[in-house]
């Protein structure tokens, strides 16, 4: 439900005004001056903010032009009974979003409000957008067997409301699986919200999800919305899940059960319409088992699971994975991407990947910063775990110089198909093959 703060002077204005906006389902708060306004904008923060502009005292302009230095992303209305141009150009340069002359039509005040409403929700939207984007790894990449599944199942659950686990080790893209669910969901014009669970003690990240009112705790000087409520209508990734304390899991299934929850240190009962894709590394099978993970919510998670393969079990997507990263890391330091040198794409291929993804784009990232026009093996900082050997030739079979070799053009062609974009004709040239040979050797090595 959306808040709007109503400030007049004129006590009929705000019975009227107060009664007319909950009637069309918004939550209202009135303030008889500028002055009590200020007062309450410290306790909560609206999602719209309407007010008179000759009051005694500050005036309405000069409200909107403190109200909008604290709090930019609110929308504010300006109502007059002095409509002039001047009057409506001085209330926009204060930051009002719009104007309404008294005495108004009904349906043209409540048409004004939804449209600052909606600009309201497309600027959170687009702030919470900017901050999935700082924190992501890229887009997805690979067309392994194992992604080309996971694509799959992608498709199949974005268009339900099933909530959606989603499991792997650390650095395998959790999070870009849980943003292209949104992406495919009917959902995507609300908001993705990511919480990193890991990240906050209990009681913050408590705070976190729910929200809180002013004065439930040291430090709460205001009223603040949480995650869920941020999310409303969208999706919210709770990231490594398994790791919330035993009594915010209580919570959490509440959430799951009933769309239902209280801020921290509220009464009021709030309802919510939210996608929740949840991910962790742990085997929460296992945590059950143990008495650290709640079997009731376990289940509640675990409606639609997505298994994420380690870089080790998909190597067949390292040229692709390795290329985009490459052009991508290249275009941000804004120079010419560099090319791969085949000794240290062969170094790629027997390094076993325990970060996975983001250990490759880490490792591609300084192997693109040191490197001049092309990257050598010295560029990757890869360190082989004790009692791993590199190089195709030692780890094939001995005296197998048949299947080595063979390895070995079968990783020429998938890297040189990834620097080509996937054009047959480009790589088979860079190959020093005929296209007809280039088609043979693919069909042979079950290359796509």
Known sequence: MEHILVVDDEKNYLLVLGALLEDEGYKISTAPSAEAALTLLQEFEPD????????????????????????????????????????AVDAMKQGASDYILKPFENQTLLLTVERCLKLRRLLTQNRLLREDLSQGLGALVGSSPAMREVYTVINKVAATKATVLITGESGTGKELVARAIHQASNRVHAPFVAVHCMALSESLLESELFGHEKGAFTGASARRKGRFEMAQEGTIFLDEVGEISLNLQVKLLRVLQERSFERVGGNETLQV???VVAATNRDLENAVAN?????????????????????????????????????KLAAEMGRAAPTMAPAAMQKIYDYPWPGNVRELENAIERAVIMADSAILPAHLALHMPEGETAGAAESAPAGDLNQAVEE?????????????????????????????NLAYKMKKYNIS
């Open 408 to 436: 070995l053009e079968r990783r020429m062609i998938i890297t040189a198909l990834a620097k080509a974009g996937g054009v047959a004709a480009h790589a088979a040239a860079a190959l020093g093959l005929s296209k007809t």
């Open 48 to 87: 719209l903010l309407i007010t008179d502009m000759r009051m005694p005292g500050m005036s309405g302009l000069q409200l909107v032009e403190k109200a909008h230095a604290a709090y930019p992303e609110l929308p504010l209305i300006i109502m007059t009974a002095f409509g002039t141009v001047e009057n």
């Open 273 to 275: 319409d939210v996608r």
């Open 291 to 327: 008495g650290h993970f709640r079997e009731d919510l376990y289940y509640r998670l675990n409606v639609m699971q997505i298994k994420l393969p380690s870089l080790r079990e998909r190597k067949e997507d390292l040229p692709l994975l390795t290329a985009h990263f490459i052009q």
